[in-house]
């Protein structure tokens, strides 16, 4: 809805209970259901329990300047508001340009990744079609294509109908995808075996592989920023929600590890990892029970972690652009709010559109999209570690709802951990897993159209934007300086 002064705002509607879906199902995606097995075969039980659980840490420090930050300035953008408000314009389009690049990378390759999940549940059953084209060396059929659009179509109605929709949503798919999640854990404890267990521990190899997975399975606890302005709760609360969420995920990564590890041997499991057509989760649970019904049901719970990650990133994705454009960063008509729903009807469809395109370069191409959103996410955590930095030293006095304590450690440390994170995916510096070269190629051209959107935009009349008002156009009367 537009105030009386003109300036596009969003409803409050979300409680307590739509914040902690949003985040902890926006990190609890699909790639559990298939990696637990391999984090168990590279590093052990008690190993690969560990290297979450230090993932979980890390994910804290970097968490913690995100829980001061939100609710100091809870606004829609997140990260572009914080590093706006430290470092200035410059800054905070780079900022949001990125984050931008991670949500949208993630939300395209959620309709391949149902599409295959509906593949594994009906075992190959499904009809096909024809094969449109090739891209990639990945074949991109009529069915691939229509099962990611009609999921794309849905997630974007719904997120068009409010952030109310979207919360209830969220809640259901990610109370059913715990539900199915916890009960693969009893039931696998109850028939398995502590032999099962062994190894505890593997070489240090095989851990170092375990902990390149953990950044990625902690990505989205950076979505509440994104819908700060809609929640409808306490200030001092929403930090506090985020550290919850972070835990929330880091126990269950650990707990689907610890059912692995007990409910099959070794040897089973091994052969349920290499098999391309096993879904390895879901075969521990239908070994557990001795019923090919419980690994189906499993896979249906998987499925609700698809669609809690696809909302939640349609969300971050949509909220970005509208807060960008609300500050004239982008063409404003993004920044229009439905006078109904509350939402930001313009950014859900653009978000819309690209998650219904993306899935036509294939399944190969798509994993490009999503290393690059990784590295994207990377760039923003850095940003906005550095912004804690900076406004604990340029305002100091300011409200802060929640504040972190040891601030200037935990800045350091969230520094570090950001940085750590992007020599994972830098080449020539020792990285264990550099991004490619394809993927450097759309890191690449997001940049370079970047920089093309950022020069006619400030060559344009929102170039010609006066400080005072673009101030109070990214941060209302409420936070505005001047």
Known sequence: MENN???????????MKDILALAFGTMI??????????????GGSIGAMIAFAFGGVMAIFVGLTYAELTPMLPLSGGELVFSYRAMGYNASWFTGWMITLAYLGVAAWEGPALSNALNFLFAGLLPQGPVLWTFAESEVTVSFLLIAAVGAVIMTLINYRGAKASAVFQTMATVAMAIGGIAFAIC?????????????FSDGKGFVAVMLAVPAMFVGFDVIPQAAEEMNIP???IGRVMI???CMAAFW????????????????LHGFVDDPNAVPVANCFAYAMNSPVFGKLMIIAAMCGILTSWNGFVVGASRVIFAMARAKQLPEIFAKVHPKYGSPTAAVLLVGIITVLSPCAGKSALVWFVDSAAFGTVVAYFMVSLSFFILRKKEPDIDRPFRTPAGPVIGVLALLVALFFLWLYLPGLGSPAPLTGPEWGFVGGWIILGIILFIINKAGKNGKVDPEEREYLMFGNNYKRF
């Not at 002064?5 to 409680?15: I, M, P, T, V």
């Not at 995606?29 to 590279?42: D, F, Q, R, T």
């Not at 696998?188 to 505890?200: E, K, V």
């Not at 990564?253 to 089973?268: E, K, N, R």
């Open 5 to 15: 002064q003109g300036r596009q705002e969003l409803q409050k509607s979300l409680n």
């Open 29 to 42: 995606g699909w790639g559990w259901i298939m990696l637990a097995g391999s984090w168990v075969g590279n």
């Open 188 to 200: 696998g404890t109850a028939t398995g075996s502590l032999d099962n267990f062994m190894p505890l």
């Open 235 to 237: 200030l001092g609360k």
């Open 244 to 246: 919850i969420a972070i």
């Open 253 to 268: 990564y650990c707990l689907m590890i610890f059912a692995v590890a007990i409910s099959t041997p070794g040897d089973v």
